[in-house]
Nanobody, 122 residues
Framework: QVQLVESGGGLVQSGGSLRLSCAPS????????IGWFRQAPGEERRAIAC???????EFPNPLKGRFFISKDNTKNTVYLQMNGLKPEDTAVYYC????????????????WGQGTQVTVSS
């Protein structure tokens, strides 16, 4: 069974940066994609970015230019670098995995992490 462990969330001041980590383990297929998502209180979960073996796929959204996805194959870890954080970035951030390539729809992802809280103070 696949497990995803997220880390790196916390409290940061507006304009600051955080780097989230997502480490998948257990029952991984040879080819898989990992995406980052976020959900603010009272809002739907939204996709931020996804990365697969072929490279990066960034979903069109206002976060482009501030949030960057990357991976370290030696550590089997995917990162989400968040720069220029704003109070409206406050949310629970999730990573999720699916076999194959990136997908834009949330139901396409089969395994989810527990989420990590990011709070940006003004």
């Amino acid at each position: 069974q696949v497990q995803l462990v997220e880390s790196g969330g916390g409290l940061v001041q507006s304009g600051g940066s955080l780097r989230l980590s997502c480490a998948p383990s257990g029952g991984l297929k040879e080819t898989y994609a990992i995406g980052w998502f976020r959900q603010a209180p009272g809002e739907e979960r939204r996709a931020i970015a996804c990365i697969n073996r072929d490279g990066v796929t960034e979903f069109p959204n206002p976060l482009k230019g501030r949030f960057f996805i990357s991976k370290d194959n030696t550590k089997n870890t995917v990162y989400l670098q968040m720069n220029g954080l704003k109070p409206e970035d406050t949310a629970v951030y999730y990573c999720a995995l699916r076999g194959g390539v990136c997908a834009r729809t949330i139901p396409a992802y089969t395994d989810w992490g527990q989420g990590t809280q990011v709070t940006v103070s003004s």
